[in-house]
């Protein structure tokens, strides 16, 4: 089968996912957005790799600018036409797309109508959901009319899907109902790149180098914006000082907000460093105590961080700050993985912060049940089993028994 997938953000487990059904004889041409900053999987051939995989880093002619709304429109509609493109010299079978801007996603389901591809639509977030309340919140009712053309235009993208995956069942109701039907929503929960990110001893190279192996470490790793709260961090770096240091391996304007903090409040226990290379991110985690993540409260359940399944992976307990109804949040209550907070309760952030640090037995026990949800959850063969599945049901109009 060939087969086109194409992960706006570039992440690890998509990638993942990639490399194990080209692996399995399929001709798989992976794309991604070369301008998104966010953390990145391995996006490159190595020697090992399948020689029908291919990797493409679609650009654009100017850097990405996601504080402007016009200027981001327009290079959504033109990101949209590149990856159209490659749809159309492609030819695949199968196209299945996530983590995309509304109006990009237009023209690669376009695309595919064009040239006969069937379309999964990939959903890790209701977009035009997002982006409704966003500009409701900004611009008022002009922002809520533009909202609302958005949702159209993703409602329309359900419709022509041939299958749609979601990743949670909280999401099935509203996929259902954007569909018209039940008979072609899969859920797939996202898991974490178990082959990549495996547990490392704290005293690793990558700690040594940052003189990180001998203190204890709140460790934030990934995007921080605004929305992330990154003054929990602040105030938790506060609270910590002269115990523990406060590690955010990070890119975003949360950053600048964080570098503002350290200087004006004197914060040496705040580290601020870059994203690093993919390749380094086990010894990274590995050098936490306790691994941070932090989401919006708008966000509700429509907003799942990959970080926490990285955190997973590598074995580390995790402190939440999350809406309770989120993925996330209940992935990491119902393991036993870590602590879960309001992400508007600061005092309650410090006070379980302070839990993990002062309980060695906690932090053992959050860290074993989460290396163990990884290995019985993550293994990508079980996972692409469940994706070849949704593709067959596409291929063959909806006449393949469903099997997930």
Do not use: W
């Given at each position: 089968?060939?087969?086109?997938?194409?992960?706006?953000?570039?992440?690890?487990?998509?990638?993942?996912?990639?490399?194990?059904?080209?692996?399995?004889?399929?001709?798989?041409?992976?794309?991604?957005?070369?301008?998104?900053?966010?953390?990145?999987?391995?996006?490159?051939?190595?020697?090992?790799?399948?020689?029908?995989?291919?990797?493409?880093?679609?650009?654009?002619?100017?850097?990405?600018?996601?504080?402007?709304?016009?200027?981001?429109?327009?290079?959504?509609?033109?990101?949209?036409?590149?990856?159209?493109?490659?749809?159309?010299?492609?030819?695949?079978?199968?196209?299945?797309?996530?983590?995309?801007?509304?109006?990009?996603?237009?023209?690669?389901?376009?695309?595919?109508?064009?040239?006969?591809?069937?379309f999964v639509f990939w959903v890790q977030d209701f977009y035009s959901v997002a982006v409704s309340q966003l500009l409701r919140k900004k611009l008022g009712p002009p922002g809520a009319m533009v909202g609302a053309y958005y949702r159209f235009l993703e409602r329309r993208q359900f419709q022509s899907s041939d299958a749609v995956v979601v990743i949670t069942n909280a999401f099935s109701p509203l996929a259902s109902k954007w569909t018209g039907t039940e008979d072609n929503v899969f859920v797939i929960e996202n898991w974490g790149a178990l082959n990549d990110i495996a547990p490392h001893p704290k005293d690793n190279a990558w700690a040594r180098r940052h003189g990180l192996?001998?203190?204890?470490?709140?460790?934030?790793?990934?995007?921080?914006?605004?929305?992330?709260?990154?003054?929990?961090?602040?105030?938790?770096?506060?609270?910590?000082?002269?115990?523990?240091?406060?590690?955010?391996?990070?890119?975003?304007?949360?950053?600048?907000?964080?570098?503002?903090?350290?200087?004006?409040?004197?914060?040496?226990?705040?580290?601020?460093?870059?994203?690093?290379?993919?390749?380094?991110?086990?010894?990274?985690?590995?050098?936490?105590?306790?691994?941070?993540?932090?989401?919006?409260?708008?966000?509700?359940?429509?907003?799942?961080?990959?970080?926490?399944?990285?955190?997973?992976?590598?074995?580390?307990?995790?402190?939440?700050?999350?809406?309770?109804?989120?993925?996330?949040?209940?992935?990491?209550?119902?393991?036993?993985?870590?602590?879960?907070?309001?992400?508007?309760?600061?005092?309650?952030?410090?006070?379980?912060?302070?839990?993990?640090?002062?309980?060695?037995?906690?932090?053992?026990?959050?860290?074993?049940?989460?290396?163990?949800?990884?290995?019985?959850?993550?293994?990508?063969?079980?996972?692409?089993?469940?994706?070849?599945?949704?593709?067959?049901?596409?291929?063959?109009?909806?006449?393949?028994?469903?099997?997930?």
């Open positions: 089968m060939k087969i086109f997938v194409h992960d706006y953000a570039g992440h690890p487990f998509q990638v993942d996912l990639s490399r194990e059904l080209a692996f399995r004889g399929h001709e798989v041409s992976h794309a991604y957005f070369h301008g998104d900053l966010g953390p990145k999987g391995k996006l490159a051939r190595s020697a090992a790799d399948p020689a029908h995989l291919s990797f493409t880093g679609v650009k654009l002619s100017r850097p990405y600018d996601k504080a402007s709304f016009v200027r981001r429109r327009f290079d959504d509609v033109a990101y949209g036409k590149a990856v159209a493109k490659l749809v159309h010299s492609d030819k695949p079978d199968i196209v299945i797309s996530g983590n995309t801007p509304t109006e990009a996603q237009s023209a690669i389901v376009n695309a595919c109508k064009q040239t006969g591809s069937k192996h001998d203190s204890f470490n709140f460790l934030y790793s990934g995007t921080l914006g605004l929305k992330h709260n990154p003054d929990l961090l602040v105030q938790l770096a506060k609270m910590v000082k002269g115990r523990a240091n406060v590690v955010t391996v990070s890119q975003g304007v949360g950053v600048t907000h964080l570098e503002q903090a350290k200087a004006e409040l004197g914060l040496d226990n705040l580290v601020l460093l870059p994203l690093q290379p993919f390749e380094d991110l086990p010894m990274v985690l590995a050098t936490s105590d306790v691994a941070v993540a932090t989401i919006e409260p708008e966000a509700g359940i429509f907003s799942v961080p990959s970080k926490v399944q990285s955190y997973f992976c590598a074995g580390r307990p995790v402190l939440l700050a999350a809406p309770q109804e989120n993925l996330a949040s209940d992935l990491v209550r119902r393991n036993g993985a870590g602590l879960v907070v309001d992400p508007v309760d600061q005092a309650a952030f410090l006070e379980a912060a302070l839990r993990l640090l002062d309980d060695e037995a906690l932090r053992a026990d959050a860290a074993a049940k989460a290396r163990s949800f990884a290995l019985e959850n993550y293994d990508i063969k079980s996972v692409t089993d469940r994706f070849e599945t949704v593709f067959d049901y596409a291929i063959g109009s909806g006449t393949v028994e469903r099997k997930i």
